[in-house]
Every structure is written in C-alpha cells, then in structure tokens.
C-alpha cells in the first residue's frame, strides 16, 4: 500500500469488511444482537481485538444484549463505503478474471465490477457473467464512459509491466494486482499486489515452523 | 494466522517471498548484484525496510555491487522452504482453483500442487492442468497416499465450512482459504484468510481517503 497517511490501520480496514461480512450473514439469519467475542470467534481472532477496532472507528455502543447488528452494518458501512457506487473493471478474464466477476457481483451495492478488458477475440466483445468484455486496445475510452475508478489486474504475469501505462493515463485510482509482477505507480494511485504465490509460500513457511517446533 | 511464536513477522516472510521472486527473474536476465535501493524501488518500498528484513534473517553480505543474486536467493530459501518438498492439493476446480493450479505448478520446486478436489461428476476422475481431480468423499485416503501437508480452499463459500472436518481429520497443516467465510482450526494448524471481497474493499477504502484528502 502507498504512503498513505491515515488515522486507520490497514489491517483494522481488513477486519472491518471482514465484520461486516460476517454481520451480514447473521443479519440474514434474523441474528438482532451479537457479542464482541462471538464475533471476534468467528474470525479467529480476540475480543480485545475487536473491541479495539471498533473503538478506533468510534462505535461504542456496545449494551448487555452486544452489539446491534443492524446498527454495527451501518455504522462500518459509512466507514467503508463511498457516497457514490465505485465501478471496477477487471484486465485479462482468464479463469481468475471470471472467478473474481463471478464470485463479486450482486455481493456489494457500493462496489461493482461494470467492465472486463482481454485482448483474447474469443472473449472480446461478449457478455461474460453479466459484464461486457472490451479489448485492451479502448481502455482508456471505455474507463471514462463508464466512470471506472479501481482496477483488478488478473492477466498473465508477463504482460503486466504493459498496462501501467494505460492505467495511468486512464486516471484510474485503485489497483488490486494478482500477477506475480508487483506494479509500482506514481504517489495518488493506491496498489496493492497480491501474489498467490506469495500466500502459499507464507502458509508454508508457518507450517514448516509449527512443525519445526513439535520437534 | 494463528498464535504461532515466531520471530519472523508475517510481513516480512511475505517480502521475503516476493524479494525471491524478483531475485530469480533478475538472475534469470543475468544480473549478478542488485543494491538494496533497486531491489527496493522493485517493490514499492524503501532501501532500509529491505536492508532491515535480511538483516533480520541474517543476511549481511552488502558488498560495493550491492548483493549477490545468486547467493541471496539460496539465503532466503533456506528461510522460506522446508527440506522436504510439501504438497498442496486444491479443493474446489472451479475458476479460482484452476486459476491457481495452472499459475502455480511449475513455478517453486519445494511447494506443488499434487491433487485436486470436487464434487462434479464432470471434473471427478479428470485429469485438469495437469493435476488428478478427485471427488472429496476420498479426500482423507488420498491425503494420506499423496503426503498432502496443505490445502487451498477454492470451493463455494456455502460449502466451505463443511470442509472443515474433513481438513482436520485428514491431518492438514496449513490452509489457504479464498472463500467469504473465515475458517477456524484448532491450534497447530496454520489458517490464512484471504476473501477477494476484503481486498477490493481495502483498495476502494483507500482510493476514497486519497480523494477526500485531495478535496
């Protein structure tokens, strides 16, 4: 993440969408009133933890009941959300561009993947789940007719460095890369990469010292 | 991740990891030396974070042509990788896991994915990227079989806390779980969380506060 200068931690950000999601589902299940540490156990994590987040966000309104659900929803939702909905597209719809479109729409009001880009003519020009892909070649053109703000950079590693560029002159503000080519941009825009590789390596390295440490 | 006593942090394992990555690609091109300010800038961050993380795992051998590729790319593997190479089977051949397949295999020595999972009578019996797809009802028998250590959860987030069970039961020690839902394990195996939803919702976070900051 840039050197952005904020009073939230990134880490409190993540936990933050990550309580809202879980309150949603309670939400659905007719759940009125939940407990800081039934949350902070459906997360793995402790109750000082969560009450600490929520405390750094200014919702206090915790009663002998818990926490309201509704009222915690709304509450992280104005932390979270933007006023307007922010429109994302997605670069390269291989199997891991289509599983994001797939697994994303419908989830979120405030955040919605609208666009799909590939250079594929197999894809370009089709509907795929719902989102019209276009060729690389009209992204600037298409991100200002359709007010994009974020990208998700799912195409092969390789031709990753190539769309710096055109994200650049195309004013988009928020990059989510999964290449396992971390991407640099200039200060302003916000980035940030997401190896898979990376993820399992870190897996593999605390599996390995969790053993290491039965010995 | 869970309590695990470490004094490696969780960061920098994962810039250990993305520093390798960068490294093989230089040694790859013929680079011999990299200074840490290079190496750096490759990653978005500054010359002491890196000098700061290798210092931490013990690596000091700055020299006037900066570090030695070669020899800092064997450093952090015996940091990173077990003796042993570790097998990781996917659960779930949707998109997400065939994505994760076909990005991964081939790509680390100590790590690779040997089986695959699904309940689809299209994919069950398969052979996908390379990689047996099995039906989940064996997954202890063939966990066992194939030494499998870790699993990647990529399964519909509806089912995935059914997997949990299984996962224990089977002896896995490390998962890596791509659905909406946060699974917990009992202690002494190694969960990383990592909803898509809560990425792009960090990224659109920030994207909102650089905008508010620049009103």
């Known amino acids: 993440m840039g050197a952005l200068t904020n009073s939230i931690p990134e880490k409190t950000i993540e936990r933050l969408s990550e309580y809202r999601r879980t309150l949603l589902a309670c939400h659905k299940q007719g759940i009125s009133h939940i407990?800081?540490?039934?949350?902070?156990?459906?997360?793995?994590?402790?109750?000082?933890?969560?009450?600490?987040?929520?405390?750094?966000?200014?919702?206090?309104?915790?009663?002998?009941?818990?926490?309201d659900v509704e009222e915690l929803i709304k509450y992280i939702s104005t932390i979270l959300d933007s006023q307007e909905p922010m429109n994302i597209a997605v670069i390269g719809m291989g199997h891991l561009g289509?599983?994001?479109?797939?697994?994303?729409?419908?989830?979120?009001?405030?955040?919605?993947?609208?666009?799909?880009?590939?250079?594929?003519?197999?894809?370009?020009?089709?509907?795929?789940?719902?989102?019209?892909?276009?060729?690389?070649?009209?992204?600037?053109?298409?991100?200002?007719?359709?007010?994009?703000?974020?990208?998700?950079?799912?195409?092969?590693?390789?031709?990753?460095?190539?769309?710096?560029?055109?994200?650049?002159?195309?004013?988009?503000?928020?990059?989510?890369?999964f290449t396992s080519t971390p991407l640099n941009f200039p200060q302003g825009i916000v980035v940030e990469n997401y190896d898979i590789t990376t993820l399992l390596e870190k897996v593999a390295y605390f599996v390995k010292e969790a053993d290491n440490s039965n010995i």
Request: proline content about 4%; hydrophobic content about 45%.
């Open 98 to 177: 289509q599983a994001i479109t797939k697994y994303f729409n419908g989830k979120r009001l405030k955040l919605r993947i609208t666009a799909a880009f590939d250079v594929d003519p197999e894809k370009v020009g089709k509907i795929i789940d719902e989102i019209p892909c276009y060729h690389m070649d009209n992204f600037e053109e298409i991100v200002a007719d359709k007010d994009i703000a974020m990208v998700v950079v799912s195409s092969p590693t390789k031709v990753a460095p190539q769309l710096v560029l055109p994200i650049i002159n195309a004013g988009i503000r928020g990059v989510l890369n």
């Open 35 to 67: 407990f800081s540490h039934v949350l902070a156990g459906m997360h793995g994590i402790t109750a000082v933890q969560v009450r600490r987040d929520l405390m750094l966000i200014g919702f206090s309104s915790d009663t002998k009941k818990g926490y």
